[in-house]
């Protein structure tokens, strides 16, 4: 899908917001939700999506919501870094999938990044351990 389109409220992580799809929370209030992402690029690697958004991208996010989300974004970063102790973190999003995007709505990818370590790629097909990531997302939350 390139960045123009109609939006699917059936995307998963629509499903996720409506209860109707499981994950592993880290962060939530009544602006965004943090959760694990299931294939991780690196270990603690967090989702962060916005509360109710009915587009595709941060791009066609109303001005007005942007604000409050990037500050959960940032608050969700640091925890990480303070749970996680990474070297470096890469914060960031894709739009349409040209640009990387893979589920379209708007997230922003938390990757930490460790000293030596590689990073798996966007989208493959290493599905995380749910009890791991449990642990983790319970690291993450305590540090906010």
Not at 61 to 82: F, H, P
Not at 88 to 109: D, K, L, M
């Amino acid at each position: 899908m390139s960045l123009h389109g109609a939006y699917d409220d059936n995307n998963i992580f629509a499903k996720i917001l409506r209860g109707e799809a499981a994950s592993v929370k880290a962060f939530e209030d009544d602006v965004a939700l943090a959760f694990m992402d299931l294939f991780p690029q690196s270990r603690g690697h967090t989702l962060v999506i916005p509360k109710g958004q009915k587009v595709k991208n941060f791009l066609e996010m109303e001005e007005t919501a942007i604000g409050a989300y990037l500050q959960r974004v940032q608050r969700v970063a640091k925890a990480v870094t303070r749970a996680l102790k990474p070297d470096g973190v890469v914060v960031a999003h894709y739009n349409g999938a040209p640009g990387g995007q893979t589920i379209f709505y708007p997230h922003f990818h938390i990757i930490p990044r460790y000293e030596g370590v590689g990073l798996a790629g966007h989208s493959h097909q290493k599905r995380a351990d749910i009890a791991e990531l449990e642990r983790i997302a319970q690291s993450i939350a305590a540090a906010l």
